[in-house]
């Protein structure tokens, strides 16, 4: 096992580069889930080459957590299906998606809807956690999303609604500091009362990422580089988790390998500089397919 | 207003063609935008997101309508198919039908054929490749005409009045600087995984009737049948470059000769 702590994006931009096998700095990779469980082409097989090399983590778009549907056809059966079974041949050292919903059973809106903090959603988020938990026989993480409006009808805070899911359903909190500040900045909260709100042992994985400015609010882009107050956020949230494995997150006008790794370079010096020589013993193990879930990594120091 | 109907209600918004009322869902808006335009953010996402897909899966279709022409249908096709799909990548199965019907492919009569072609091209991408037989199985069809030849299942077979491999070809290239086709050459392909790679052949009109007599699990000497009733030319050399081409694109998943079991 080795101390492993900085991930990136799996992209299909960069497959050329990774099918050759070269040393990279980092220690693990995101895949997309739903690029890979309805298909067997080349992307598969590239996922399973980096596979060999590398833990992986599932991060889906599709599962719609929060969507409300009747009590007696509560989660999409045929999806679970196919998503355990990428679980299964990718053995992946977490699997998450986002605390959202993307469509209902007329349509599927293909976007990270925001929900509406309030009693019912809690609820309802929660069974289907258990539902969705129980299908797959893992835990899952469940990550926030920026926002562009939230709901008049809200009746929790964003951070307090987040960790209320957690501490009742079991799950872990994927925390994508990039989302908290963009949804600070839109929605007018501090973002450093959300970071200081997240109990260290609930969180899975941190995603961070760049967003762009587009004058009449911030939209989660990941076009760009990790920003500086994203940056500080990161800091002062890994120095009450500094075991949590950390993703660089680059979707849009995605550069070259080589400057993806030096935001990955960059993160790890963060969390260096930030934790000192304070033990990591935590991190996802690299040794064999099945890599250690992240519930190890979530000891607080 | 209770979390289905609230979903429900906001979904319906998203999808509307029209820009709708947002007064009464409820929102607050992020940033400086009013409601409509917190909701317009999604409104935009989703148009964006689904055009995307589209024009991932029908590229060459994209580059003969150009932007204009190919955005204009997407545009249309989304407000009135929306997707119930988890997997982007197979929205779009009714677009074939659907662009051959719309202004912009006037005067364009092979833009329905174009663009089932990518479909079909695009879930052969995303299908399991099957295992092309070995050099022991393949020389069970020397002197056994009665053989029965399993073509893989990566494959299709493709006809069209109109030069589909030739326009297809072209979506890499410059709208500015390119060779016009004909595009009035019939197109007889069969399109193929080898490995983790598609790949397209154009075929002979005897060939295309063999192959296809192949896939319909036709012994091999109906399919020579059937290959010399088209072209009565289909001799022996055609025959040797036919089984050569099946062979070294790896068509043939397994070869079965009289009396020997089926698998």
Known sequence: ?301 | MGLQALQDALARAIRAPERPDSSSLGIRPGGTLDADGALGVYRDGYTARLTEALGETFEAVWWVLGDEGFFSVCRRYIYSHPSRETNLSVYGEPFAAFVAAQPEADGLPFVGDLALFEWKFQALFHAPAHQPAGEPVLTKLTGAPDAWISIGSAVFLFESLYAIHEIWKLRKQNQDDYERPDVDAAARLVAFKAGTECAVRALSHAEFAALGALMDERPLSEALECAIEVDPGFDADAVASFFHTLASAGLIADVRVAGEPAR
């Open chain 1, 1 to 301: 096992m080795r101390d492993s702590m900085i991930g990136v994006g799996l992209r299909s931009t960069h497959y050329p580069h990774l099918v050759e096998k070269p040393v990279t700095v980092v220690d693990w990779f995101e895949a997309v889930s739903e690029n890979y469980m309805d298909s067997e082409g080349r992307p598969l097989r590239i996922l399973e080459t980096v596979r060999e090399d590398y833990p992986v983590a599932l991060h889906g778009v599709s599962l719609s957590i929060a969507s409300r549907y009747s009590d007696d056809e509560p989660v999409n059966p045929s999806y679970l299906t196919r998503l355990r079974s990428l679980i299964e041949r990718i053995e992946p050292f977490l699997v998450s998606d986002h605390l959202c919903w993307t469509g209902t059973r007329e349509g599927n809106i293909h976007d990270l809807l925001p929900v509406p903090f309030t009693d019912e959603a809690l609820t309802w988020i929660v069974s289907q956690i258990d539902r969705v938990q129980s299908a797959l026989g893992r835990t899952i993480a469940l990550e926030n999303v920026s926002s562009y409006l939230t709901y008049e009808q809200s009746v929790y805070e964003e951070w307090d609604f987040v960790v209320e899911i957690a501490k009742r359903s079991g799950c872990k909190i994927l925390f994508d500091i990039n989302n908290v500040y963009v949804s600070a900045r839109n929605h007018g909260f501090s973002a450093e009362r959300y970071v200081d709100a997240i109990p260290a042992a609930h969180v899975g994985q941190i995603h961070l990422a760049g967003h762009t400015d587009l004058g009449t609010h911030l939209f989660d882009t990941h076009s760009r580089p990790v920003c500086a107050e994203v940056w500080g956020l990161y800091r002062r949230a890994i120095a009450r988790m500094p075991e949590v494995p950390v993703l660089i997150e680059w979707d849009e006008d995605i550069p070259a390998f080589e400057r993806l790794e030096a935001e990955a370079v960059h993160a790890r010096e963060v969390l260096n500089e930030t934790v000192g020589g304070r033990s990591r013993a935590g991190g996802v193990a690299a040794d064999g397919r099945a890599a250690p879930v992240c519930a190890t990594a979530t000891k607080t120091p």
